[in-house]
């Protein structure tokens, strides 16, 4: 079993940035795809970011071009770069390994992510 600890959420205003932090308990990152997830009340879990053992990154679509994901495997740690972020971007944030869009070990505590003005 593997454990997340997610961290860097807090309150921005639209228009602004924040990086998102994981970390892992154990080495994972070369070996598995790595994801970033949110969930927003009231909705189900979505995968937002998934970047593959071997660097290719691919991003949803109502995401994509303010988001970055990004990893490092010697510090065991998976960032998401969130810019120009909007109302509709607050939610809790997650990382885990992915299988097929989903997390494939248990969830993290997350990291609360609030866009307001």
């Known amino acids: 079993q593997v454990q997340f600890v997610e961290s860097g959420g807090g309150l921005v205003q639209p228009g602004g940035s924040l990086r998102l932090s994981c970390a892992a308990s154990?080495?994972?990152?070369?070996?598995?795809?790595m994801g970033w997830y949110r969930q927003a009340p009231g909705k189900q879990r979505e995968r937002v970011a998934v970047i593959t053992s071997g660097g290719i990154t691919n991003y949803a679509d109502s995401v994509k071009g303010r988001f970055t994901i990004s990893r490092n495997n010697t510090k065991n740690t998976m960032y998401l770069q969130m810019n120009s972020l909007k109302p509709e971007d607050t939610a809790v944030y997650y990382c885990n390994a992915d299988r097929l869009g989903v997390g494939r070990f248990s969830w993290g505590q997350g990291t609360q992510v609030t866009v307001s003005s």
């Open positions: 154990r080495s994972i990152f070369s070996i598995y795809a």
